[in-house]
């Protein structure tokens, strides 16, 4: 990447965009979401499958972890930035529970962190009571949503719901379609929804189109974000791939990862991830938000991550309609961060409990 051509896709051609309703003028749409090289976008209503599209995709991996290493080595933000920049991380955060040991209380508890994320002195202290900060969403199980839309009334955090047999995504499509349903119905905002890997690995580009679709059309106005378990994904051009058919098929958001795989969010496929999202745009004037997820648990990541947003897809990309972090236990870093920041001195952990 950087000055390396790093990914080539099939340009659409003016008749292709024609015949498939893509957007190539949506200037004075009053539904523009963000911008892009100064071009309006509009959100994702997905596009027929091209398959010569995916055909033309290629990723030089070699290019892509050198483009990941200089990104770490020279970006860096200091005082008054950082502290912005790790407010804005809150903002944009998911808070998560996803353990098979969860219970109502523990759910109820986390809720209460999402309306409150930083505690109340060190608001104060940082003279930010106005900013209301809040996390952009808690992500639970299904059997956990409506307890989380009764703790988070009145608040405008979203709850967010992991379906279609997660983590693995191999319960029957059915089954995967009616826990979608269940989930809409019981007040979930957003639905994170896992697709079968083995239509990557088999090259099955229409079935997972097609079980894309499903879920999409299921979830209804409910924000759709599709993981695509990049650490089982094997190559950088089957996440490439992925990326572009689970946008096709109407994907709000492309997600990295489950958390449960032995590889999770990585800043190699987070270029790869984002530049397929431009790509998408350029083509298409529509606009798809990203979710890394899993192992992100420092400060100094969230702007990692943050950065990397500005500088692939821009300011319109730092917002929590278009960026959430997946994230358990990346708060408590960050508010002791703040707190030196505040006070000069590190807080210990248990001053910062979750849950």
Not at 60 to 83: G, L, Y
Not at 97 to 104: K, M, N, Y
Not at 331 to 342: K, P, T, V
Request: positive net charge.
């Amino acid at each position: 990447m950087g000055q390396c051509r790093t990914m080539t896709i099939a340009r659409m051609s003016v008749e292709n965009k024609t015949r498939h309703g893509v957007a190539s003028d949506v200037s004075g749409r009053v539904d523009t979401i963000a911008t892009l090289a100064g071009r309006p976008l509009i959100s994702n209503r997905g596009i027929p499958l091209n398959l010569d599209w995916l055909q033309q995709v290629r990723v030089n991996t070699s290019a892509v972890e050198r483009r990941a290493q200089s990104h770490v080595a020279r970006r860096t933000v200091k005082k008054d930035w950082q502290a912005a920049w790790l407010l804005r991380a809150v903002s944009c955060m998911d808070l998560t529970t996803l353990s098979g040991d969860d219970t109502e209380e523990r759910v109820r508890r986390l809720c209460s962190k999402a309306r409150h994320p930083i505690q109340d002195d060190l608001v104060k202290r940082l003279g930010i009571e106005e900013l209301d900060i809040k996390v952009a969403a808690v992500c639970v199980y299904h059997a956990f949503v409506e307890t989380a839309v009764r703790a988070l009334e009145g608040s405008r955090v979203r709850v967010a719901a992991v379906s279609t047999g997660f983590p693995a995504g191999l319960s029957p499509l059915t089954e995967r379609i009616a826990e979608i349903r269940r989930s809409v119905e019981a007040g979930a905002n957003d639905i994170d929804v896992v697709i079968t890997r083995a239509h990557v690995f088999g090259g099955k580009w229409q079935a997972l189109y097609d079980e894309i679709a499903a879920f999409k059309q299921v979830s209804g106005s409910a924000h759709m974000k599709v993981i695509l378990g990049t650490g089982d994904l094997l190559t950088m051009r089957n996440v490439a791939r992925a990326s572009f058919v689970a946008m096709m098929a109407g994907a709000d958001f492309i997600k990295t990862s489950t958390g449960k795989e032995p590889t999770n969010a990585t800043l190699p496929v987070g270029f790869v991830m984002t530049r397929c999202i431009r790509e998408y745009a350029r083509e298409t004037g529509m606009a798809v938000g990203f979710k890394p997820a899993g192992g992100i648990r420092t400060a100094k990541q969230s702007v990692e991550w943050l950065a990397l947003m500005k500088e692939e897809l821009g300011p319109s990309w730092m917002r929590s309609e278009l960026f959430r972090f997946g994230a358990s236990g990346l708060l408590n870093d960050i508010e002791r961060q703040l707190e030196h920041y505040a006070t000069g001195r590190y807080s210990a952990d248990y001053r910062h409990p979750l849950a």
